[in-house]
């Protein structure tokens, strides 16, 4: 089992950042790709951006490219996105995931446990 809590989100106005967290506590973080999704209301969840393992390989959806950065610290069991120029559109509660496999990935399936959440909200 892994256990998975996100943080940071909160509320920002448009152009400004915020930079969230997820720990995790319960098998060896190192041994999972990691995964932040969002929800936004009335919308399905979707992939915003993927890590490997080792934290060398990096996903990122085409709404967010150049302006979100996932990162790891295996150290400290702990997987970040920071989040620049947030726009309205990023309004949407934040996931965080872990998938039992080496390469990032986008697809919901794989990833095996996830996080309760965290909300952020972009104000224009």
Not at 31 to 36: E, K, L, R, T, V
Request: charged share 15%; aromatic share 12%; with cysteine.
């Amino acid at each position: 089992q892994v256990q998975l809590v996100e943080s940071g989100g909160g509320l920002v106005q448009a152009g400004g950042s915020l930079r969230l967290a997820c720990a995790a506590s319960g098998r060896t973080f190192s041994s999972y790709a990691m995964g932040w999704f969002r929800q936004a209301p009335g919308k399905e969840r979707e992939v915003v951006a993927s890590i490997n393992r080792s934290g060398g390989s990096t996903y990122y959806a085409e709404s967010v490219k150049g302006r979100f950065t996932i990162s790891r610290d295996n150290a400290k069991n702990t997987v970040f996105l920071q989040m620049n120029s947030l726009k309205p559109e990023d309004t949407a509660v934040y996931y965080c995931a872990a998938a039992p496999r080496n390469y990032a990935t986008i697809l919901q399936a794989l990833y095996d446990y996830w996080g309760q959440g965290t909300q952020v909200t972009v104000s224009s």
